[in-house]
């Protein structure tokens, strides 16, 4: 259960017009179990308009309590639509139910990050992208598992590695080794942490004195193989 004051201003060119604004609006709140009150009176409309400035004031002392699913039927009224010319399909707006139609060419930062539960289309968006999207000749993965898979779809596409398309992970597990070709990664050295956190901790617990926050960096080190 929520306490809020939720206050909603429209402008539109006639009366006309604001009237069936002001139905439409209503319609879709009734849809979700919510109700909609217009403020009569000049005085009471400029509260209104008060209220939603972004000065934490509440002119109208309006409190009503909602259940969880009625306060989300008012976020937000507005969906943003993305539908470039010559863009390609990157999925589908949870609101409106439009597709997204991306043209990365035209954004200041290419880079794109895939994300997703199991079974939710990251492999075949994945492909997709190597695909239809600008060319590129490097992937910085954030685990060897996922440059392990990327690799997989890159071979699957007929690109040459590293001759075409360079690939690095991070962790240098055991994908690292078993993959063709192999991938060059980021060793974090693990043992290394591991052991200074237990030396840390136990120096904690056997020590009466009050210990202060330290930073430690570790240095990690570039495993050159055959992908980079």
């Not at 990664?185 to 840390?200: E, G, P």
């Not at 136990?202 to 009466?208: A, L, N, P």
């Given at each position: 259960m929520k306490l809020c004051t939720f206050t909603l201003v429209h402008l539109a060119d006639s009366k006309e017009e604001l009237d069936y604004d002001t139905e439409a609006l209503k319609t879709i709140s009734r849809e979700k179990k919510c109700e909609l009150e217009t403020l009569f009176f000049s005085s009471r409309q400029l509260k209104g308009i008060t209220q939603v400035l972004p000065i934490g004031l509440n002119h109208l002392n309006i409190v009503r309590t909602l259940i969880t699913e009625s306060l989300s039927a008012f976020v937000p009224f507005r969906a943003q639509e993305i539908l470039e010319q010559v863009g390609i399909w990157y999925g589908q707006n949870a609101i409106t139910n439009n597709p997204i139609l991306i043209n990365r060419e035209n954004l200041q930062n290419a880079n794109t990050r895939v994300l997703g539960v199991p079974g939710s289309g990251k492999s075949f968006l994945s492909k997709e992208i190597l695909e239809f999207v600008l060319p590129f000749d490097g992937l910085f993965c954030m685990s060897d598992n996922v440059a392990y898979g990327a690799i997989k779809a890159l071979n699957k596409a007929n690109i040459s590695i590293p001759e075409q398309v360079k690939v690095i992970?991070?962790?240098?597990?055991?994908?690292?080794?078993?993959?063709?070709?192999?991938?060059?990664?980021?060793?974090?050295?693990?043992?290394?942490?591991?052991?200074?956190?237990?030396?840390?901790?136990?120096?904690?617990?056997?020590?009466?004195?009050?210990?202060?926050d330290e930073e430690i960096i570790i240095n990690g080190s570039l495993i050159e193989r055959q992908s980079c």
């Open positions: 992970g991070f962790d240098n597990n055991i994908y690292s080794s078993l993959s063709i070709p192999s991938i060059t990664t980021f060793d974090r050295n693990v043992d290394m942490i591991a052991s200074t956190a237990c030396t840390k901790l136990m120096e904690r617990i056997e020590s009466d004195h009050k210990f202060i």
